[in-house]
């Protein structure tokens, strides 16, 4: 009996009775009384004892602690309630990087024209002055009449593109061929973005580089066409996807429209089984704000193409609606799921999107610097993948032409429509600058404001830096801490002052190690905490927005 319950992991509580020289066995409150074994060395146990009906009893009431592994089932419960933390945490990153994007779209509509139109009067006026010693543009206003030039180019060449030939040609498709032919539109959306950031990144460094006398590019000229061509070919794949998408809301049966949203679900498969460190979750998480963007823009596009053909009537917009709310519905609930059990098999806490927020606020406030070497929503680019040219110069398409402006009344109503929209941008920037600063000092960031970023020639990594950092021009940091530029570190073409190398992209692409930064530290800062350190680490990886996950 004693071999049995021994093999059956049953804890035993044992007293023994000094009086009688018997012994007593506790299971679940059970006590049965033994004699002492050593009076009855000598004996057989008889086979009674292994009785069906005793070892029946003894499964009955055979019991175990739990309190034995007690690390173990906290760790068990701390991963429930990570699992439970995932949605609120996770929607509160995707709803801070959704105004991110949604600040660097309407920027391209409101202060994208204003500050263009400020640009040319300083290029008229500058030379009737007698002022000519100096330069006519600076170099943020020739990136701004660049990208005008380019969206207006390729607005007017989305004219020759019929949208309802491109409707009907798609219509006529078969089920299956139009659910691989949006798979297909996905994967050439990313590689696009990807892609496209270096093209604009390659063109706004070419027109504003210091001239030398070693040419090293092929001219300004040729990588305008490029983004020219870029622009609009990446419009075209937007355009394709706004149709598909616009043939499955009108389909009878939408039988389309559910396999398209089951392909969220087969994002599931292909990314919970997968390893996972803290810096690839981020470039996941970036990628998922911009995939979300986009969403919520194609479906305004499929909106106003439908309320269009039924003559703007409102209880149109009561049909889609339903629809609308089943494809966010199934977006956010993969994302829920996706991120729940990443983190749950890589043994990742919840307050890890605390810290990708604060990474994004810190390149909102850094942008915000006096020579800060980068516009926000091209630093919006760069972490995301997100590149609002394209979306922007659609959107100006079907916006086009599905209104008609005719009349005194309907040119007011565009005026204001447009004042309404600076005023949606100014007083979306305010807020996001206010929440940013308040992340960014949580993380305690605001020392990293004002640090210079590491120097270098291309072809070599930076060297350490060991004490205080010295300016280009020899001044100490602390003394040039409100004209320092932030210490995120550039791509090819981004930094008009620090060219980082083009040869050491590995350390980008594995994870830095925490001492070696290529970040003057100050003397007096103590010991880094690790969620700080987790920030600085994370950091390093501007240039990895733009990766495929």
Same mark, same amino acid.
């Given at each position: ?26 299971? %679940? ?45 906290? &760790? ?12 609120? &945490? ?11 994007? %949604?600040?660097?779209? /309407? ?18 006026? /500058? ?109 075209? /794949? ?121 990474? %994004? ?71 996001? /600058? ?14 990293? %404001? ?28 602390? +003394? ?13 073409? &981004? ?19 925490? +001492? ?8 007096? +800062? ?6 700080? +350190? ?16």
């Amino acid at each position: 009996m004693a071999a049995v319950l021994e093999n059956g992991d049953k804890r035993e509580s044992e007293e023994w009775s000094s009086d009688r020289g018997v012994r007593r066995t506790e299971t %679940l409150g059970f006590y049965e009384t033994q004699s002492d074994p050593s009076k009855h060395a000598g004996k057989k146990r008889n086979l009674s004892d292994l009785s069906l009906l005793r070892f029946i009893s003894a499964e009955l009431t055979r019991g175990y602690l739990l309190e034995h592994n007690e690390a173990k089932y906290k &760790e068990r419960r701390e991963r429930v309630y990570t699992c439970l933390r995932i949605p609120r &945490e996770l929607e509160k990153l995707m709803f801070f990087g959704f105004f991110l994007c %949604l600040d660097a779209f /309407l920027y391209l509509f409101t202060l994208l024209p204003l500050r263009v139109l400020l640009a040319l009067m300083r290029f008229i006026t /500058l030379p009737c002055c007698g002022l000519s010693g100096g330069r006519l543009l600076q170099p943020a206003q020739v990136c701004d009449i660049l990208k005008s030039v380019i969206m207006v180019i390729c607005f007017i060449m989305m004219h020759y593109v019929d949208y309802s030939m491109m409707y009907h040609l798609i219509r006529g498709q078969s089920v299956i061929k139009l659910y691989i032919i949006y798979n297909m539109l996905e994967v050439a959306d990313r590689l696009f973005s990807s892609f496209g950031q270096d093209i604009l990144d390659a063109l706004y460094w070419t027109a504003t580089e210091p001239k030398k006398k070693k040419r090293a590019h092929i001219g300004v000229i040729p990588h305008f066409f490029m983004a020219v061509l870029y622009v609009f070919l990446h419009t075209i /794949l937007v355009m394709v996807q706004a149709t598909t998408l616009n043939v499955a809301f009108n389909s009878h049966n939408k039988s389309l429209l559910t396999i398209m949203m089951s392909n969220n679900f087969v994002e599931i498969k292909g990314s919970v089984f997968k390893k996972f460190e803290k810096n690839n979750l981020f470039q996941m998480s970036n990628s998922d704000i911009r995939e979300r963007f986009n969403n919520y823009v194609l479906l305004l596009i499929v909106c106003l193409r439908n309320m269009e053909q039924f003559s703007w009537n409102p209880d149109h917009l009561w049909v889609l609606f339903p629809d609308v709310c089943m494809v966010i519905a199934s977006e956010m609930a993969v994302d829920v799921v996706k991120h729940a059990f990443i983190t749950k098999f890589n043994d990742i806490t919840a307050d890890v999107y605390s810290e990708y927020r604060a990474s %994004l606020a810190f390149d909102l406030v850094s942008s915000r610097q006096k020579n800060a070497y980068t516009d926000y929503s091209d630093t919006v680019s760069r972490r995301m993948g997100f590149i609002p040219l394209p979306l922007a110069v659609l959107l100006s398409r079907v916006i086009t032409s599905s209104t008609k402006i005719q009349g005194a009344l309907a040119i007011v109503s565009l005026l204001m429509f447009y004042l309404g929209l600076i005023a949606l941008k100014v007083l979306n920037s305010i807020v996001l /600058l206010g929440k940013s600063c308040q992340y960014v000092k949580e993380a305690k960031m605001e020392e990293k %404001l004002f640090q210079s970023p590491p120097t270098g020639i291309p072809g070599k990594p930076a060297k350490k830096s060991v004490g205080k950092v010295q300016s280009p021009q020899g001044v100490p940091a602390e +003394e040039m801490q409100s004209e320092s530029i932030i210490n995120q570190p550039a791509s090819l073409s &981004e930094s008009v002052s620090t060219l980082v190398s083009s040869n050491s992209s590995e350390q980008f692409m594995t994870t830095p190690n925490i +001492e070696d930064k290529g970040i003057a530290q100050d003397k007096s +800062e103590s010991k880094q905490c690790s969620s700080k +350190e987790d920030l600085l680490e994370i950091d390093r990886f501007t240039i990895c927005g733009n990766r495929i996950d």
